[in-house]
């Protein structure tokens, strides 16, 4: 028997059931293993490197799943995509009878650790190589996975006690900022972490909609200080990535919500985009559109403790973009913001009769600063907002680092093992 039909790999799967489809196991994955359609996120076993670098950035624990299978008869892809539930583990009679002659101790390896500079993996530049899955060494402890399909209790209710448009009426971009209060059911937060909201009803294939993960905008202490609550910044999604007129099930759903209506919720999820939390730690934030939200959550709560005298020092740096000055979320609030505590570049892509300016270029116009705030270990950078900024970004940031003479992928592996570079992008 040819001995490729009898090798027992362990194969790489997630869990239909409880993946929320948020995207992140799929832009993590350095070779493009990870694939999906309007049903299922799958691992596609022949391009699998077992390197595990999704892992922990997956929020929900679906995408941690192994099942021993004789290689050649690996779950394919067209077969996982119309899963409902993960197949039962074979027994190992049941390997045997698939695999005959193979030995089933040793056969399936423990996958190897993942390594970022191993030169096996050096191909095209690959933005998600360098984000970190580790949380800066001081940031608090985060909850994740209270309410979800893998706790005792599936999701919570929670209450709007807001809703209101970020941006102006009248245009084809609508963005809603939207409180939701726990009431007295514990919902510890922190800045940086997500929630998943489950909107009600079906999809087209009579399965519940799957929820919807969106960043949380306010402090840990709550929207309004000392209340259960949070807060979110939504956009409605009107057009599908091409262009295409569509209406997104749950940002919809969310920004046509009515104070006092009720919310099925999951989560929090997050343990790695977090703050750091010791004394004169320096954090970069750049973003664009609704990645602002955890960037708002971010300043606000260095905002408070500066407020109550409790401010460590440390610098605040924020590249926020948007087409235009209308169309970025916040921007009143912002302008308020001393300039002693927060240093604010906007970029804006589509002001009438102004050239384009986009949060890469404000990055190589500062590059004297950001170069010694790379340079400094006390620095945190934080990328949120749509996928196609991200790549950019962190090519301007090798750029300045090259610049000042920083050797990039030295920096960039120590960006990612002591958590100082993170990646959120939609
Ligand atoms: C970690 C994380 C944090 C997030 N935080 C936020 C947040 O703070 N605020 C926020 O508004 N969103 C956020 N999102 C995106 C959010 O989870 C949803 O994907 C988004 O609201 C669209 O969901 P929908 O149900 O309205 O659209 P769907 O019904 O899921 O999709 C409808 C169609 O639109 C396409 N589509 C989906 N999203 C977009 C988009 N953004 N632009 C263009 N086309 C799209 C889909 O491919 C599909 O064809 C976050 C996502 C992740 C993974
Ligand atoms: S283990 Fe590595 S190669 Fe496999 S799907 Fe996850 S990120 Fe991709
Ligand atoms: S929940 Fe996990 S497995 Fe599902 S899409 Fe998100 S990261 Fe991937």
Known sequence: MDMAEIQVI?????????????????????????????RNYVVDADKCNLCMACISPCPTGSIDNWRAMPKLRAYSIEEQLTWDALPEEL??????????GADLQTAAPEPPAASLLSGTVEEAFSSARYGATVPPWSAAHAYTNLYGAKSAQKTITATVTGNVRVTEVG????????????????????????????????????????????????????????????????????????????????????CDLKVGDKVEVIGPFGASFLMPNHPRSNIVMICTGTGSAPMRAMTEWRRRLRKAGKFDGGKLMLFFGARTQEELPYFGPLQKLPKDFIDINLAFSRTPGQPKRYVQDLM???????????????????????????????????????????????????????????????
């Open 171 to 254: 245009r084809e971009y609508d963005t809603h900022h939207i409180v939701l209060d726990f009431g007295t059911t514990p919902f510890p937060v922190l800045e940086g972490q997500s929630i998943g909201i489950v909107p009600p009803g079906t999809d087209a294939s009579g399965r519940p909609h799957h929820a919807r993960q969106y960043s949380i905008a306010s402090a840990r202490n709550g929207e309004r200080p000392g209340y259960n609550n949070l807060s979110l910044t939504i956009k409605r999604v009107l057009q599908d990535h091409d262009g295409n007129p569509v209406r997104g099930v749950g940002s919809n759903y969310m």
């Open 364 to 426: 190589r116009e500062r590059a004297a600063d950001l170069a010694a705030l790379l340079a400094s270990p006390d620095t945190y950078f934080y990328v949120c907002g749509l996928k196609s900024m991200e790549e950019g970004v962190v090519l301007a940031l090798r750029e300045v680092a090259q610049q000042a003479g920083l050797h990039w992928e030295t920096l960039a592996e120590g960006l990612k093992r002591n958590g100082r570079l993170h990646l959120e992008t939609y």
């Open 10 to 38: 362990k194969q790489h799967l997630i869990d239909p059931e409880i993946c929320i489809r948020c995207n992140t196991c799929e832009a993590t994955c350095p070779v493009g293993a990870i694939t999906h359609d309007s």
């Open 91 to 100: 027994s190992p009679e049941q390997l045997a009878d698939l695999a005959p």
